[in-house]
């Protein structure tokens, strides 16, 4: 009975804290990243002696990137005793888990929902390390419309919350900067053949694609596009940065643009980081350190309230402090959201070695 009482003291010392995303599903790339980048955050900080005393404890939920079962993972989390959250990586599973979340007063840090709404429902337990879709949207709308300037442009998207978002934010952006999209369309996520929407790329002379959505069918429509004899320049978001996108895309691949934030890795103060994962043999790509970077700042603002109580661990977070991170220096505004998120672009081009990545022009 002693040594149960004691097993049971351990175990509710553990700050339990949850991990989800696309561990399955033709996300599992940003899942990845998400999993790597927490589980590396949690390994280093209990190394150090964990969050006031106590270790983190792990949970992954698998959300396959279908809100449904995002709502299933939360709920699973609930019962598990979880109270901080990392992901979920799509907005359209991040926005239902997040109302489980509240009810049921979890800490919900997403590295990579970019939809405005996840932060716009005033809702105490919601943050982001990523920026949002308007504020992509209006880098990559700007561009289009003065670096692109003359050309015909198509605005696609997978129809999500994500995809759809990016995309009229993009047009909102061109179109109050003169430009008018020739087609606007919607495609479906899973979808393999991408031959009649092509045909219509080619009737109306598009020569720019802005496809809201992920790499799957980024990389599809940039590989047929370049079989059936178009040539246009395939403009996307943060969803296609990940090397799955070249995979699947090959050479097409090549000359495609992409707004993402400054590549965190090539910062000196995430030097330490990265060398850790490049040890186990892990690329610590686009939404990696995003993750590592949210149980950062679980941790400096649990120590800076002197508590575990997730409310208020968000009070010091909507507070405005500055917590110093892999990402750089981060602070949040009342609504959850970075306070200095920005925005770069990026082309996809064929390095040294023949293979095509992605660089920041």
């Known amino acids: 009975m002693a040594a149960a009482i004691g097993l049971s003291t351990v175990a509710h010392a553990q700050v339990r804290l949850g991990i989800a995303g ?11 990243q998400l999993k790597n980048g927490a589980e590396q955050a949690v390994e280093d900080i209990n ?10 404890q792990v949970f992954i939920g698998d959300d396959a990137s279908r809100p449904e079962q995002g709502v299933s993972v939360a709920n699973k989390f609930v019962g598990d005793g979880v109270k901080f959250v990392v992901g979920h990586f799509n907005s359209g599973v991040s926005i239902p888990a997040s109302e489980v979340y509240n009810e049921n007063g979890i800490l919900q840090i997403t590295p990579a929902s970019t939809n405005p709404m996840f932060t716009e429902r005033k809702l105490w337990n919601v943050f982001r390390t990523c920026g949002r879709d308007d504020q992509q949207g209006a880098v990559l709308g ?7 300037k003359g050309k015909k442009v198509a605005v696609i998207h997978d129809k999500t919350p994500y995809g759809k978002g990016l995309a009229d934010e993009t047009k909102k952006a061109m179109n109050g900067l003169g430009v008018k999209e020739v087609i606007y369309d919607g495609v479906n996520v899973g979808e393999k053949d991408f031959s009649a929407l092509i045909s219509k790329f080619r009737q109306a002379g598009v020569e720019v694609v802005m496809f809201g959505g992920l790499h799957t069918e980024a ?3 940039a590989r047929q596009m370049r079989g059936a ?8 978001g943060d969803g296609i940065a990940s090397a799955e996108f070249a995979a699947i895309a090959g050479d097409a691949g090549e000359g495609t643009l992409m707004s993402y934030g400054p590549d965190p890795t090539k910062r000196p103060g995430a030097a330490e980081v ?3 994962f490049e040890a186990k043999k892990i690329n610590p790509e686009a939404y990696t350190l995003y993750s590592y970077a949210s149980v950062q700042v679980i941790k400096q603002a649990a120590e800076a309230a002197n508590s575990l109580d997730p409310r ?6 909507h507070s405005g402090r500055t917590f110093e991170t892999v990402l750089g220096p981060l602070s949040f505004d009342k609504k959850g959201d970075r306070a200095d998120a920005d925005y770069v672009l990026y082309e996809w081009r064929k390095a040294a070695d023949g293979k095509i990545v992605y660089q920041q022009m």
Request: aromatic share 2%; charged share 15%.
């Open 142 to 148: 700007r561009h289009i419309a003065e670096k692109l």
């Open 274 to 276: 990265v060398k850790r």
């Open 47 to 56: 190394a150090a002696g964990g969050i006031l005393g106590q270790r983190i």
């Open 219 to 221: 990389g599809l429509i």
């Open 22 to 32: 696309p561990v399955t599903g033709a996300a599992a790339a940003f899942g990845s």
């Open 312 to 317: 208020k661990v968000a009070e010091v977070i």
């Open 229 to 236: 004899g178009v040539n246009a320049v395939l403009v996307g």
